[in-house]
Every structure is written in C-alpha cells, then in structure tokens.
C-alpha cells in the first residue's frame, strides 16, 4: 500500500508490523505473562496512537508511557487499555491520572502521599518502582523500609498495583550485573508483596525479555523491539519487521563539474562531473548532520551516498549512478526499496549512538502515515 503524499516527506508506519511484533513478543513471553507495549516518545517516534492499537491489536494488554501528557493523549484518542506513566507524575497531575483511569509509578513517601491526597472516588493505582543499580527514578535499596511502611499505611486510600524496576544494562554482552540486580529485585519483592497485597511484578525490558526468561514474571514491557529493532545480544529468538519507512522528494536535479562545491562550508568538492539530486529533507527533518558526507540513500533504485553537510530542510545526494531521477521522484531515507535497505540500525552505527534515537528523531513535521492498518 502507498501512502497518499501531502507533503515533500512523509514517515509510513506499518501498522501490521507493529501488530506482528506484539504477537511474537506476547508468544515469547508465554502463558501468564502480560505485554505492556512501551508507546511513550509519541511510540518511538513511530506515532504513539498508532502504535498503541496496533500493539493491542496483536496481543498487548498494558500501554506504558513516561509523561501524564503522553497518558493523556492515548485516553483522548478512546483508548482504554490499562496505562501506565512509569516517569514521574507530579503532585498536580495525580489528580489528571486518577481521572484518567492512569496507574502511576512511585518512588519516595512525597510521591505516595501525593497519590493519596489525589485518591477519591477514582481510586489510583501506584506502581513502586525500585533502584536496582540505574541511578535515576526509584527507591534506593536502603530506602526500602520506610517506603514499604508508608505504602502500607496507604492502602486504605490507594491500590499498590506493581512492583517493578528498570535495568541498567540488560543490553550488554555479559549477562552477570543484570543478573544480580534481578536478585536485588527479587529480594524486595519477597520481602514486601504478601502484605501489599500480591502486586503485579515487571522488570524485563526488550533486551531483559528476550535474553533473560527468568525476568518476564507478571509482565514484561518491550520497547525497542515492539519497532522491529532487536536489542544487542539478543539473537533471532523472536522475528521481529521494522515498521517504519521515511520517505522525501527529490526537488531538484543538476549537473555540476570539477570544483564545484555543494553545501554549506564546501566541505564537498567534485573531482568528476557529478549528477546532483536535493532532497527535502534535513536535520529539522531528523536527519543526522553527521551523516553529511557519510549517508546514504536510496533513490533511482541505487543506493546513492549523501554529499555536503546536511542543512536545516535539505540534503544533497549523488545520483550519477542511479537511473532516471527528477523532481518529485521520492527517494527512501529509512527502510526498504528495490532491494536495498536503509536500517535504523546502520544509521546509528555510523553516526556513533543507538537505534532508538534514530528512530525518535524523526521530527513532527514529518508526517506520519499508516500503511497495512487493518483498523483493528
């Protein structure tokens, strides 16, 4: 299916792929254990409503997100599933999640009574969240006992839904501080679920999930991997497609002969007379500046290396061995065309970061259209 073009780039967002790849990860995690799709940074960059329902549609029965705002958005989009804002909710949107059915994590006695205060007649549901060995949101471990005593002087007015933490590094080669984190966890969950009334325990990230079964218990939540991108280390155990395409025009074609620069700083010189494509897309687009001179493309069927440094709104492309290219022809900035791929993945590499930021990049002037939504 083709999107419908309204702009000079535009990101299509496979729906089914979203879909698959809930299936895989829910089959993964097997019998009794929950998937809680990841959708926060409007779902990885891919569209978070769009990735919620597709993610719903393939099996997931929890949404998680890191802001109220993001929340917000998916209730006001109809949708109903249970949520989680696993980043901090302040002391005035507590009353916005209790009104919007959202289950917030804490991590001190300040946090606990602001959910207090907010709890009424929608009675909120808190998450405790515990520092394992992050070092950013969460109890410290020293901190345990007083925080366990001050949920359970809550729980008249207040549910302790979960218990959770978050790896620090369940994407590394070795396996051995995770693993001891886990046992930390687990500690403090022996310690403390009977008498806060049997929690729903999670910790397994994407990497965690597909690396260390031990790590699903009542629920694992995928992020990374619910947008087709494996973490390091974590083999082929579940197929999972990357769901985003990110597309732009070409605008204009020219020729240009040795000595001629293109770009900012004419850090490109041509050695060749050099057939020379502008695309539509640059860096407020999501497209690294350091991919100047180091990119690629994909367009006339060829895979064509970016020349110059990318600008704000435009890149410049060798097409000289391509086939015919004009203006208003697209060509495919991430993702697949006439055998060649550009992966998220690749990308990153090449630039010195991660896939997720890639991916995220993309900015909101790109509009994003589903392809393969079968409506749920």
């Known amino acids: 299916m083709q999107a419908t073009v309204v702009t000079t780039k535009w990101a299509e967002i496979d729906a089914a792929a979203l879909r698959d790849n809930a299936a895989s990860l829910r089959a993964f995690a097997g019998d009794g254990c929950a998937v809680m799709a990841m959708v926060k940074a409007n779902g990885y960059g891919h569209g978070a409503v769009t990735a919620a329902n597709a993610a719903l549609d393939g099996g997931a029965t929890w949404l998680g997100v890191s802001a109220m705002v993001e929340a917000v958005e998916l209730r006001r989009a109809g949708i109903g599933a249970r949520l989680l804002n696993a980043g901090w909710t302040t002391p005035a949107e507590m009353a916005i999640a209790a009104a919007n059915d959202v289950d917030v994590a ?43 005593a001050a949920l359970l002087g809550a729980r008249d007015a207040i549910d302790v839904a979960g218990i959770f933490t978050h790896f620090a590094s369940a994407d590394d080669e070795a396996t051995d501080v995770t693993v001891a984190a886990h046992e930390r966890f687990l500690a403090v969950v022996a310690e403390s679920a009977e008498s806060l009334g049997g929690p729903l325990v999670h910790c397994a990230n994407s990497a965690a999930a597909l690396r260390l079964p031990e790590t699903h218990h009542d629920i694992i939540r995928p992020g990374i991997a619910l947008y087709g991108y494996p973490p390091a280390h974590s083999g082929d155990a579940v197929r999972l497609r990357p769901a985003m395409r990110v597309c ?129």
Not at 120 to 141: A, F, P, S
Not at 251 to 279: C, F, H, I, L, N
């Open 106 to 148: 804490v991590f001190t006695p300040a946090d606990l009574a602001a959910a207090r205060d907010a709890s009424g007649t929608n009675r909120l549901r808190v998450h405790w969240k515990i520092d394992t060995g992050m070092g950013r949101l969460g109890t410290r471990l020293e901190d345990v006992e007083p925080m366990r």
């Open 248 to 376: 732009a025009l070409v605008t204009q074609v020219k020729d240009v002969g040795p000595g001629d620069s293109v770009g900012y700083g004419r850090e490109w010189m041509a050695t060749r007379r050099t057939r020379v494509a502008t695309v539509a897309a640059g860096y407020a687009d999501g497209v690294d500046r350091r991919n100047g001179n180091r990119g690629a493309v994909i367009a006339g069927g060829a895979v064509c290396p970016i020349i110059g440094r990318i600008s704000m709104d435009q890149l410049s492309i060798d097409v000289s061995e391509a086939g015919e290219i004009r203006a208003g022809d697209p060509v495919v900035l991430l993702g697949d065309e006439a055998g060649h791929r550009i992966d998220a993945a690749d990308i990153a590499a090449s630039i010195g970061t991660i896939s997720y930021e890639v991916l995220c990049a993309v900015s909101s002037r790109v509009p994003r259209v589903a392809v393969n939504d079968s409506g749920g």
